[in-house]
């Protein structure tokens, strides 16, 4: 089976700051990788995704990620955090049998 | 167009009872989940459906059955409630394949008491 890790179940950082929040996976076949972002109470939103395409992604809001294989990650980043990025963040992989494997979350809070 | 769309959005259930979580997507979506999501533990996959009528266990299925009789319906039925089993269920749908993205309901927050 696949996994995901996230380090830091807690980030905090300054409006304005860059916001990084780690993921690692462990997987023995290509992935498909995943970021999605949990509002308070609401369901979860694709903010982007790797498929084996180009290995930085750009997705909504200013997010992006790198896909790197050898250091097994696919960390997500923003230049400049705002207010409204205050949220919970989701790292996901999925393999061929259609199963999808959800690190444990990122609560980013974002300090004025 | 409402997306995925899931009732109850609370409830509250004693040992013992049964309930069945409703889940509706209007996307023409092959592909259904349902998920818990647990405090810390991010979100565990219950079960899926490829299709109509074709389902499969995820990570963690005990406790809960399903059924797909429509591409649009996916009912997740608890038959005898625990406490073990409070906790928020999204619903999801996608494109046939693993790398399609994953389209989720607003939840269902699940008491046991």
């Known amino acids: 089976a696949q996994s995901v890790t996230q380090l830091g179940s807690h980030v905090s950082v300054s409006e304005g700051a860059l916001v990084l929040l780690r993921c690692n996976y462990s997987?023995?076949?290509?992935?498909?990788l995943f970021w999605y972002v949990q509002y308070p109470n609401q369901g979860l939103q694709l903010l982007l995704k790797y498929t084996s395409a180009a290995t930085l992604v750009k997705g909504i809001n200013g997010f992006e990620a790198e896909f790197k294989k050898s250091e097994t990650s696919f960390h997500l980043t923003k230049p400049s955090a705002h207010m409204s990025d205050a949220a919970e963040y989701f790292c996901a992989v999925s393999d061929s049998g259609n199963q999808f494997y959800f690190g444990t979350g990122t609560s980013l809070t974002v300090i004025p | 167009n409402a997306g995925v769309t899931q009732t109850p959005k609370f409830r509250i259930l004693k040992i013992g009872q049964s309930m069945t979580l409703q889940c509706t997507q209007d996307m023409n979506h092959n592909y259904m989940y349902w998920y818990r999501q647990d405090p810390g533990m991010g979100l565990k996959l219950i079960y899926y459906?490829?299709?109509?009528?074709?389902?499969d266990k995820g990570e963690v299925p005990n406790g809960y059955n399903v059924s797909r009789s429509t591409t649009e319906d996916f009912p997740l039925r608890l038959e005898l409630a625990a406490p073990s089993q409070t906790s928020v269920y999204f619903c999801?749908?996608?494109?046939?394949?693993?790398?399609?993205?994953?389209?989720f309901g607003p939840g269902t927050r699940l008491l046991v008491l």
């Open positions: 999801a749908s996608s494109y046939p394949g693993y790398q399609e993205t994953q389209y």
């Open positions: 997987s023995s076949v290509p992935p498909y």
């Open positions: 459906s490829v299709g109509a009528g074709i389902t």
